[in-house]
């Protein structure tokens, strides 16, 4: 399975997530990883916060590598 990094497309802010390296089968599926609601508040919070969760501010770029899905490194920036 394929690493992917996924990287803002829009200006980052202090206390949110600008890049997050995730393992997973597809573009879409590393996309949707990523641009999610926080399931304790669907809807209202990303989880990964500064990541829309449309996606709409979001790009994958594809790292071939091999195992299971899973987010692999996060990179938030602190204020």
Sequence with gaps: M????????DSTDYDEFNKIVVRAASESEALALVCRADPDYPNEIQLYRGFRVDGSNAKAEEIPATGDAAVIVASFLAG
């Design 2 to 9: 394929p690493i992917y990094r996924i990287t803002r497309t």
